[in-house]
C-alpha cells in the first residue's frame, strides 16, 4: 500500500487547524508538570528571541561607527578619543551575544529536565488508564494498537509541542523585530521573505499529515514486529524457539515486515526532502533577489555600509526566523496528530462497573447463576442458558471437553465478563451492583494461566492480597495452605528469593511448584469464601494432588469451593458435579448418582479408570 493509498483520518487536511485542539491540554499538562520551568523556558524564550535584533542593530551602530572613525581619525584627533564609542558598543553586543547563550543553555536544561519528568507522567497515565479498562477492552485489537501507539510516540510529543510552542514565539518575537527593520527598507522585502518561504511550509504540513497517516496505518504489523523481539529473545519462549529451530523462520518474518514498512518509509522520505529541496530553492531566489537589490541601493548611494551589512544580516536571519515559524507550525500538526492518539486512548470510556452493594440483599444465598448465556465480544455464543446455584459450604466441580467453556463461567462468575443473557446473584445480589473491591474480597481464585511474577517468592504469594503484600507470617500462613513451604523454606533466601530469571539471583521453579505458589496465593485471601480453583494440580506429581485436595478440603468447609479438573480423582468428591458440554449443561448430580444415570459422565469416568488399569 502506498502512503497516498493509506485511509485518510477522520478530519482530513482541510482540518488542519482543527487539529491543534490537543496544543492547551498539552500546555497545561506541562504547567501541571512543572509551572516554574515552564515560566523559565517562557522567559529564555523570549531572551533568545528578542537580543538576536537588538546585536543585529548594534551591529549596524558599530559599522557605522568605525566608517565614521576612520573620517574624524584622518582628521587628527586622538586615536583613543576617536575610538571610545565603537569600542563601547562592541563589549555591548559581546554583553548581549553572552546573554543570548546564557538563555538558550537555560532553554536546553530546562527542556531535558522537562523530558523526563513530562516522560514519566504520560506514561503513568498511561498505565493509570490501563488499569481501568476491562479485559474485554484489553481484547480489542484495535484498543491494543492505540495503547501501543500511545506508549511509543505519545510520552515525548507534549514536550515537543510546548517547545515549538516556544519556539514559534521566539522566531515570531525575532520576526517582528526584524521585520521592524525590514520595512524601513522596503515593505516589499518584508513580502518577498514571506512568498519564499511559504511553498516549504504548505509542503511540509502536508507530508506531516502523511507520515501520521503511514504510522497509523502500520501499527497492527509494528505490534507483529514487536511480538517477533520477544519471542526470539526471552527466555520464556526460547526454549522452544530453539528446539523447534525457529529463529530463522521468525526473523525472516521479522525482516519482511521491515522491508514491507521501510518501502513506504522511504517513498515518504524522498518525496518529503525532495519537495522540500525544490520549494526551498524559492526561497533561496527570494534571498539572493534581495541580495542584489541591497546591493544596488547601497551603490547608488541611497544606504551606508552599515545599512547594508544589517539589511542583508537581516534578510538572512529573518528568513531563518520565518521557517523556523513555520516548521514549528508543521511541528505542531504533526504533535498534535500524534497526541490524539494519546488522548484518543486516554479518552476511551470504561465501563463502569463499580457497584455499592457490600451485603447482599439475602446474606447467606451463595451463589446463583440464573439462564446465563455469553458471547465473547464479536464472537457467537460459548454459554448457554446456564443455571445453578452453590451455597456456603458446599463443593461444586465442574467437568467437560476442552472448550466446552469451564474458564468461562469462572471469567463471568468473578465479574471480568458480564452475562450476555441472565444474571449472576452473589447473596441474592447481581454482580454488576457489588462494589469491587467488596467482591474481589471473597474470591480466591486460581486461573490454569496464572502470572509468574519476576518478584520475590513471597511477593508472589504477597499479590493473591494486596493489603498483606508484605506480611511475612500471611506469607508463610498461604504457602502452608497450598503446600508450598517445604520447597520455599529450602530456598537460600526463603520468602525473599527471587523467582525467575530477569534479575540477579533469580531462581526458576518447576512447574508444580510455580502450581504451588499460584494456589498459595489464592490462600491468601483469607476472608474469601468463594474458592475457585482451574485445573490447580495439572503440574503436580500424584502426591502432591492427593495432599493439596487433603488440605483443600480441609480449609473450605465452610466456603463455596468451586473445582474445573480433567482428572476425576479429584472431581468426586465433590458434593455437586456439573457436566458441561459446547456451552450447555448436560448433566448435574454427585459422582455416585452420575454413575448410576450412566451418562456422559459415567463414560469418560470409565475411560480414565480404564487407564490406569
Ligand atoms: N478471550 C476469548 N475470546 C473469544 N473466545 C474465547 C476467549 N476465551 C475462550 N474463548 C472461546 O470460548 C470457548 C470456551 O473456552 P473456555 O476457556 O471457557 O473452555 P474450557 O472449558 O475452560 O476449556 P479447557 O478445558 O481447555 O480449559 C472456546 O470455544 C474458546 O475458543
Not at 471437553?401 to 467453556?405: D, H, M, P, T
Given at each position: 500500500m502506498s502512503p497516498n493509498l493509506i485511509p485518510a483520518p477522520p478530519r482530513p487536511f482541510q482540518g488542519f487547524f482543527g487539529v491543534f485542539r490537543y496544543s492547551s491540554r498539552a500546555l497545561s499538562l506541562v504547567w501541571q508538570t512543572s509551572p516554574k520551568m515552564m515560566i523559565g523556558l517562557a522567559v529564555c524564550t523570549l531572551v533568545a528571541g528578542v537580543l538576536p535584533a537588538v546585536a543585529t542593530w548594534i551591529g549596524q551602530l558599530i559599522v557605522d561607527g568605525v566608517v565614521a572613525a576612520m573620517d574624524t581619525y584622518q582628521a587628527s584627533s586622538s586615536l583613543m578619543e576617536v575610538i571610545t564609542p565603537v569600542l563601547w558598543l562592541v563589549a555591548l553586543e559581546g554583553a548581549i551575544i553572552a546573554l543570548i547563550t546564557l538563555a538558550q543553555r537555560g532553554l536546553s536544561a530546562q527542556q531535558s529536565l522537562l523530558r523526563a519528568m513530562l516522560g514519566q507522567k504520560v506514561n503513568v497515565m498511561i498505565l493509570e488508564k490501563a488499569g481501568t479498562l476491562s479485559l474485554s477492552q484489553f481484547e480489542d485489537s484495535e484498543l491494543y494498537d492505540k495503547l501501543t501507539r500511545a506508549r511509543r510516540e505519545a510520552s515525548t510529543r507534549p514536550l515537543g509541542l510546548v517547545n515549538k510552542t516556544f519556539s514559534l514565539l521566539q522566531n515570531a518575537i525575532s520576526l517582528v523585530s526584524f521585520g521592524v527593520l525590514l520595512v524601513q527598507f522596503s515593505p516589499w522585502a518584508l513580502l518577498i521573505l514571506i512568498a519564499g518561504a511559504l511553498p516549504v511550509f504548505l509542503s511540509e504540513a502536508k507530508f506531516s499529515g502523511d507520515a501520521f497517516r503511514l504510522f497509523r496505518w502500520r501499527s497492527p504489523q509494528s505490534r507483529m514486529q514487536m511480538y517477533l523481539e520477544t519471542v526470539l529473545a526471552r527466555e520464556d519462549s526460547i526454549k522452544e524457539v530453539k528446539l523447534f529451530g525457529l529463529e530463522s523462520l521468525f526473523l525472516q518474518r521479522y525482516r519482511d515486515i521491515f522491508t514491507r514498512l521501510f518501502k513506504e518509509e522511504r517513498l515518504l522520505t524522498l518525496r518529503r526532502e525532495a519537495w522540500g529541496f525544490g520549494l526551498g530553492l524559492i526561497g533561496t531566489l527570494a534571498f539572493y533577489m534581495a541580495y542584489g537589490w541591497v546591493v544596488l541601493e547601497t551603490v547608488v548611494g541611497a544606504l551606508t555600509l552599515g545599512q547594508m551589512t544589517m539589511y542583508l544580516m537581516v534578510f538572512k536571519q529573518g528568513q531563518s526566523a520565518l521557517s523556523a515559524c513555520l516548521t514549528s507550525i508543521s511541528g505542531m500538526y504533526e504533535d498534535n496528530l500524534y497526541l490524539s492518539n494519546l488522548y484518543e486512548y486516554l479518552e476511551?470510556?470504561?465501563?463502569?462497573?463499580?457497584?455499592?452493594?457490600?451485603?447482599?440483599?439475602?446474606?447467606?444465598d451463595g451463589l446463583r447463576f440464573e439462564q446465563v448465556s455469553f458471547a465473547y465480544p464479536g464472537g457467537g455464543e460459548v454459554l448457554h442458558d446456564i443455571s445453578l446455584h452453590l451455597k456456603p459450604g458446599e463443593s461444586l466441580a465442574l467437568v467437560g471437553?476442552?472448550?466446552?467453556?469451564k474458564t468461562t463461567l469462572i471469567k463471568l462468575l468473578t465479574r471480568l465478563y458480564h452475562p450476555t443473557q441472565g444474571r449472576v446473584l452473589l447473596d441474592g445480589s447481581d454482580l454488576r451492583d457489588w462494589e469491587t473491591g467488596a467482591l474481589r474480597r471473597r474470591i480466591g481464585v486460581i486461573f490454569q494461566d496464572f502470572e509468574r511474577y519476576q518478584l520475590q517468592v513471597g511477593e508472589n504469594l504477597g499479590v493473591g492480597d494486596t493489603q498483606a503484600f508484605s506480611d511475612e507470617q500471611r506469607w508463610a500462613r498461604a504457602a502452608h495452605h497450598g503446600l508450598a513451604d517445604d520447597f520455599i523454606n529450602r530456598m537460600d533466601n526463603g520468602y525473599h528469593t527471587q523467582l525467575g530469571r530477569w534479575f540477579k539471583n533469580g531462581q526458576e521453579l518447576s512447574g508444580g511448584q510455580w502450581q504451588k505458589v499460584a494456589l498459595s496465593r489464592a490462600y491468601m485471601r483469607e476472608n474469601a469464601d468463594i474458592l475457585v480453583l482451574d485445573e490447580p494440580t495439572a503440574a503436580m506429581d500424584a502426591a502432591a494432588e492427593a495432599a493439596v485436595f487433603a488440605r483443600f478440603r480441609e480449609h473450605s468447609r465452610d466456603k463455596m469451593t468451586i473445582l474445573i479438573s480433567h482428572r476425576f480423582s479429584t472431581v468426586r468428591s465433590a458434593e455437586q458435579i456439573i457436566v458441561i458440554d459446547q456451552g450447555r449443561i448436560i448433566e448435574r448430580g454427585t459422582h455416585q448418582a452420575l454413575l448410576e444415570s450412566d451418562g456422559r459422565y459415567a463414560s469418560l469416568f470409565r475411560l480414565q479408570a480404564k487407564g490406569y488399569q
Open positions: 476511551q470510556p470504561t465501563e463502569q462497573e463499580n457497584g455499592e452493594v457490600t451485603i447482599g440483599a439475602i446474606p447467606g471437553e476442552n472448550g466446552s467453556g
